[in-house]
């Protein structure tokens, strides 16, 4: 015989159950997030357009060209950054949606909907995640690398170093990892 739960069980449910609707409140600053981190790298691109112009002046002389393309190449790197990060709170901002509140219905006749959605759970969410942040890191890593005065042998080796960790974040991130019963693993 089955068990009917009781009016204060349903009324407790209901409430458990309805608190999850609370992720929206990280789903819309997920979103103005975005939006701030989105408006940074459209003023760091208008930035990188005037280092550009300052770049082609005749009057600037050698070694003042050589810093100025190490800024543009930096301001590059911070509109690149930017915008990875604004993707990342989209990303972010969606799969928290999609897990915890309701399916996105406008993204069901979207053909970018199986490219950005395919979030399943959180740990495809942090998956997701992990792999944007770690691309986010790689671009600031390289940005402080080209600021950076290699002066002896020692700071090259740390150069090295750094890049060998970055490949091996990279590699084990690409790699997919063996399922269960296979014994085998392989590329994405």
Do not use: C
Not at 1 to 13: H, S
Not at 28 to 39: I, Q, R
Not at 85 to 98: F, K, M, N
Not at 112 to 127: F, G, I, T, W, Y
């Amino acid at each position: 015989m089955e068990r009917r739960p009781g009016l204060l069980e349903r009324f407790f449910e209901r409430v458990l159950w309805d608190s999850r609707l609370l992720m929206l409140v990280a789903v819309v600053a997920g979103v103005l997030l975005a939006l701030g981190t989105f408006y940074l790298a459209l003023v760091d691109l208008v930035y990188f357009f005037g280092l550009v112009l300052d770049y082609g002046d005749l009057g600037v002389g050698a070694a003042g060209r050589n810093d100025l393309r190490a800024d543009v190449i930096t301001a590059i790197v911070k509109v690149l950054d930017g915008f990875l990060i604004s993707a990342i709170l989209i990303i972010v901002s969606l799969g928290l949606y999609e897990l915890f509140v309701n399916r996105i219905d406008v993204a069901r006749f979207s053909e970018a909907s199986p490219r950005l959605l395919q979030v399943h759970d959180l740990d495809d969410l942090k998956e997701r995640v992990a792999r944007l942040i770690l691309l986010v890191l790689l671009i600031e890593f390289f940005q402080r690398a080209l600021r950076i005065p290699y002066e002896t042998a020692l700071d090259l080796l740390y150069l090295g170093l750094g890049i060998l960790f970055v490949s091996a974040a990279i590699y084990l991130t690409t790699r997919r990892l063996p399922t269960a019963g296979s014994g085998k693993g392989g590329d994405r």
